[in-house]
């Protein structure tokens, strides 16, 4: 193994440690739902308000973000900002206040919210082209890890130590001695100096260039469509106690599987494009199987077995991993000079609309007593979505992009 693939490892091993404790941390109240709402004696709408407190900010911060990059370079962004990161969870491990939480939650927004897009520069500048979307995939799947560890952890760390702080308390420790192995080990680029991208004009006008690029807008309704899917996952633990009648340690079992599902899906959907050449039909076909798993979801009853919830639940996780390839189509339907800002424009939107989204859909569980007719709405946009993408979704595998 010559010495650059060596570096390209050890820079991705270490980005990959991150974004496995960032997707902890932002699954987190997600996990804790149940726990929150009783500990803190707030209604759905609140605990979806406290949820939305990362995710909103961290869309926001997508917009300035693929600026960062290119201003700080990948190495700067990742380290100042994981250290930003590392504030907001230990805010939130000793916080007992909803105010507190939610001021962590904000922070944590902020902090993670650039680590993702740097995080892929790094990938497309490291990889070769025939393994980016490999990479991608695998990247990608630490999500999935992060989420499996916090949806089964919390309720294990609860029947283990009586709390879910314990738990925290170790990402925490993790995250601190990951940001020194960021510190050492991440360099921007192979090349000496790094590539530097030149924005034309103002920052501002490099958004406007952006936005106008009719190129990118089949990209960008397809990844908020998709996005709009995790308003569901967000509720997972409070919607299978509620609406499927399982415990929190059921639940939390059911959950967690979809993350390993859902991890197991990116590389096998980043690997299956890069084998079949193909980016279109793995995304149509893929976003069709998760519709009709849903369908299967709202109409199974309550009292069930596990097993049963289970196999639905992670069959729909994994299906629905057709958004880990909408980073990869960005830098083929798009110059380089762009695509930074088109995945940050991109990303922004989609957590905008579905934090957004997120209290309004426990607000509607709260006014309507029951999760049917929110999630009946969640599958009409996967529907939707599913529809559009299959009438304007064009290939873009293998292009190579000028201005």
């Given at each position: 193994?010559?010495?650059?693939?060596?570096?390209?490892?050890?820079?991705?091993?270490?980005?990959?440690?991150?974004?496995?404790?960032?997707?902890?941390?932002?699954?987190?109240?997600?996990?804790?739902?149940?726990?929150?709402?009783?500990?803190?004696?707030?209604?759905?709408?609140?605990?979806?308000?406290?949820?939305?407190?990362?995710?909103?900010?961290?869309?926001?911060?997508?917009?300035?973000?693929?600026?960062?990059?290119?201003?700080?370079?990948?190495?700067?962004?990742?380290?100042?900002?994981?250290?930003?990161?590392?504030?907001?969870?230990?805010?939130?491990?000793?916080?007992?206040?909803?105010?507190?939480?939610?001021?962590?939650?904000?922070?944590?927004?902020?902090?993670?919210?650039?680590?993702?897009?740097?995080?892929?520069?790094?990938?497309?500048?490291?990889?070769?082209?025939?393994?980016?979307?490999?990479?991608?995939?695998?990247?990608?799947?630490?999500?999935?890890?992060?989420?499996?560890?916090?949806?089964?952890?919390?309720?294990?760390?609860?029947?283990?130590?009586?709390?879910?702080?314990?738990?925290?308390?170790?990402?925490?420790?993790?995250?601190?001695?990951?940001?020194?192995?960021?510190?050492?080990?991440?360099?921007?680029?192979?090349?000496?100096?790094?590539?530097?991208?030149?924005?034309?004009?103002?920052?501002?006008?490099?958004?406007?260039?952006?936005?106008?690029?009719?190129?990118?807008?089949?990209?960008?309704?397809?990844?908020?469509?998709?996005?709009?899917?995790?308003?569901?996952?967000?509720?997972?633990?409070?919607?299978?106690?509620?609406?499927?009648?399982l415990t929190y340690v059921q639940s939390g079992m059911v959950t967690s599987l979809g993350t390993v599902t859902g991890?197991?899906?990116?590389?096998?959907?980043?690997?299956?494009?890069?084998?079949?050449?193909?980016?279109?039909?793995?995304?149509?076909?893929?976003?069709?199987?998760?519709?009709?798993?849903?369908?299967?979801?709202?109409?199974?009853?309550?009292?069930?077995?596990?097993?049963?919830?289970?196999?639905?639940?992670?069959?729909?996780?994994?299906?629905?991993?057709?958004?880990?390839?909408?980073?990869?189509?960005?830098?083929?339907?798009?110059?380089?000079?762009?695509?930074?800002?088109?995945?940050?424009?991109?990303?922004?939107?989609?957590?905008?609309?579905?934090?957004?989204?997120?209290?309004?859909?426990?607000?509607?569980?709260?006014?309507?007593?029951?999760?049917?007719?929110?999630?009946?709405?969640?599958?009409?946009?996967?529907?939707?979505?599913?529809?559009?993408?299959?009438?304007?979704?064009?290939?873009?595998?293998?292009?190579?992009?000028?201005?």
């Open positions: 193994m010559d010495k650059q693939r060596r570096v390209a490892l050890s820079i991705f091993v270490t980005i990959c440690v991150t974004y496995f404790v960032e997707n902890f941390l932002r699954t987190t109240a997600s996990a804790l739902t149940p726990i929150l709402i009783q500990e803190l004696g707030i209604t759905r709408g609140a605990m979806g308000l406290l949820i939305t407190g990362y995710f909103l900010v961290y869309g926001v911060m997508q917009f300035p973000a693929g600026a960062l990059t290119d201003i700080l370079g990948p190495r700067r962004s990742i380290i100042w900002f994981t250290a930003l990161t590392i504030l907001g969870c230990a805010l939130f491990w000793l916080s007992y206040r909803y105010e507190l939480l939610f001021a962590a939650q904000f922070i944590m927004g902020v902090g993670t919210s650039v680590f993702y897009l740097n995080a892929l520069t790094l990938v497309t500048r490291w990889f070769p082209p025939n393994r980016k979307a490999t990479a991608v995939g695998i990247l990608s799947a630490t999500t999935g890890i992060g989420a499996f560890t916090s949806y089964l952890g919390f309720p294990l760390s609860i029947e283990i130590w009586g709390s879910w702080r314990p738990l925290y308390l170790g990402m925490l420790v993790i995250l601190a001695v990951n940001w020194l192995m960021n510190y050492t080990f991440i360099k921007d680029s192979p090349l000496d100096p790094p590539p530097k991208v030149k924005l034309r004009g103002s920052i501002i006008e490099a958004y406007k260039q952006t936005l106008r690029d009719r190129r990118l807008y089949p990209l960008f309704f397809g990844y908020i469509m998709v996005g709009l899917n995790f308003i569901l996952f967000q509720w997972a633990n409070q919607y299978l106690i509620e609406a499927k009648q991890f197991l899906g990116c590389i096998a959907l980043g690997a299956l494009s890069d084998r079949l050449k193909q980016r279109r039909l793995p995304v149509i076909v893929f976003l069709g199987v998760y519709t009709a798993l849903l369908v299967c979801m709202i109409m199974l009853p309550g009292g069930f077995p596990v097993v049963i919830y289970a196999l639905v639940w992670g069959s729909m996780c994994l299906s629905n991993s057709t958004w880990v390839l909408f980073p990869s189509m960005v830098g083929e339907v798009v110059p380089q000079q762009k695509a930074n800002m088109g995945f940050g424009v991109m990303n922004g939107l989609m957590m905008i609309i579905s934090s957004i989204s997120t209290p309004i859909y426990g607000s509607l569980v709260d006014a309507t007593g029951s999760f049917l007719i929110p999630t009946i709405i969640s599958l009409g946009f996967s529907v939707f979505s599913f529809i559009v993408l299959s009438i304007f979704l064009r290939e873009s595998y293998g292009n190579v992009v000028k201005e």
